[in-house]
């Protein structure tokens, strides 16, 4: 997917918070080969490797236009890779920590994929996830109802943006199985309070809304986009909305 770093940048202060209960759980150690898996703007990693005094942290991102930005936060502690997690994972490197902050959610099949994760943690290492938890959250969840209605889901062939996001019970049975330790697995609403359905909309854009924006094109494009607003609009009508987001935590030593 084509990233806007502009518009996820909107609402930087809003997507620090879960960062933060995050990096809360983390084992402070010195010199750890890190990982961060899914960097976007770099910002983040550079403030992981603040708290990590003489670690090595590597961010990787598959966007071009996030890793643009990634550059200002390049130091000696700190470098950038562009490539997808799945290949970031896919290798014979070996992590101190494994860090993921709002992007693993866009890769599939999770019963798979944390395992793999995990195998690429050092005895003694650390993973520490944050994600949105997609499939109870209200914007994709009406995104999806969307793409499966017509005439959108003939203009988007078919496709359906199905979360891959497990309920919080199951990761934490995949860290149990795979050895974990001082498990951590919860769900936390962040509560969003935006002027009115417009800026719900400008928040969703920038991330849930790009898998079927991107797939339309012309008059089918702007027709999905303004029955999503108008959905919105009847679902929070008043100013300022209160939204609930709902974020899953994940920490466990390995």
């Given at each position: 997917m084509a990233w806007n770093p502009e518009t996820y940048n909107k609402f930087k202060t809003e997507r620090f918070a879960p960062f933060l209960d995050l990096i809360a759980l983390?084992?402070?150690?010195?010199?750890l080969d890190v990982i961060d898996l899914g960097?976007?703007?770099?910002?983040?990693?550079?403030?992981?490797?603040?708290?990590?005094?003489?670690?090595?942290?590597?961010g990787i991102?598959?966007?071009?236009?996030?890793?643009?930005?990634?550059?200002?936060?390049?130091?000696?502690?700190?470098?950038?890779?562009?490539?997808?997690?799945?290949?970031?994972?896919?290798?014979?490197?070996?992590?101190?920590?494994?860090?993921?902050?709002a992007a693993i959610q866009w890769v599939?099949?999770?019963e798979t994929l944390f395992p793999s994760?995990?195998?690429?943690?050092?005895?003694?290492?650390?993973?520490?996830?944050?994600?949105?938890?997609?499939?109870h959250n209200v914007t994709n969840q009406m995104l999806l109802q969307l793409s499966e209605e017509d005439p959108f889901e003939k203009d988007l062939a078919g496709f359906h943006r199905l979360s891959p996001v497990l309920n919080i019970?199951?990761?934490?049975?995949?860290?149990?199985e795979k050895g974990g330790s001082e498990i951590t697995v919860y769900e936390k609403i962040y509560p969003l309070v935006l002027k009115d359905s417009d800026a719900v909309f400008e928040w969703?854009?920038?991330?849930?809304?790009?898998?079927?924006?991107?797939?339309?094109?012309?008059e089918n494009r702007q027709r999905f986009v303004n029955e999503f607003k108008?959905?919105?609009k009847t679902k929070f009508p008043g100013s300022p909305v209160f939204y609930p987001f709902k974020r899953i935590i994940i920490s466990a030593l390995f």
């Open positions: 983390i084992k402070i150690r010195p010199d960097c976007g703007t770099g910002e983040l990693t550079g403030k992981l490797a603040e708290l990590l005094p003489g670690s090595s942290v590597l991102d598959s966007s071009a236009e996030m890793l643009d930005d990634a550059k200002a936060f390049l130091n000696e502690q700190v470098r950038f890779e562009q490539n997808t997690i799945e290949a970031g994972i896919d290798t014979k490197s070996k992590w101190d920590l494994v860090f993921s902050n599939e099949d999770h994760i995990i195998s690429n943690i050092k005895p003694g290492g650390q993973l520490a996830v944050q994600m949105p938890a997609q499939h019970e199951d990761y934490a049975r995949i860290l149990f969703t854009s920038g991330t849930a809304l790009l898998p079927y924006v991107q797939k339309l094109d012309g108008l959905r919105l």
